[in-house]
Nanobody
């Protein structure tokens, strides 16, 4: 059965860094794009980043551009989200999701929930002093 599992969340002070990991199992990650979403308490889930199956194309929401970096290691079946210069507004539960359709991650549109079919349970990031 296909799964993705997020890890790496935690409590961090403003200005700090965290690296989230997304581990894939039960499917061939090489053929899937992966998106990262976050959901703050009382807010809608928003797409923050994604990476195409080859790793050539990436997308970042304006709110995280120049602070977050998405990467992948298909051999290890892992996708990462490096988060630097964290702000309190980055607080939320972060989810990764994988999709085989090319529309699941585009440079202009970012991660598309309609085409991302494998979702994790999320990992909590709390940016607070």
């Amino acid at each position: 059965q296909a799964h993705v599992v997020e890890s790496g969340g935690g409590l961090v002070q403003p200005g700090g860094s965290l690296t989230l990991s997304c581990a894939a199992s039960g499917f061939t990650l090489d053929y899937y794009s992966v998106g990262w979403f976050r959901q703050a308490p009382g807010k809608e889930r928003e797409g923050v980043s994604c990476i195409s199956h080859s790793g050539v194309d990436t997308y970042y929401a304006d709110s995280v551009k120049d602070r977050f970096t998405v990467s992948r290691n298909n051999a290890k079946k892992m996708v990462y989200l490096q988060m630097n210069s964290l702000k309190p507004e980055d607080t939320g539960t972060y989810y990764c999701a994988a999709g085989q359709n090319w529309r699941s991650c585009t440079v202009l549109g970012g991660p598309n929930r309609a085409y991302l079919e494998i979702w994790g349970q999320g990992t909590l990031v709390n940016v607070s002093s």
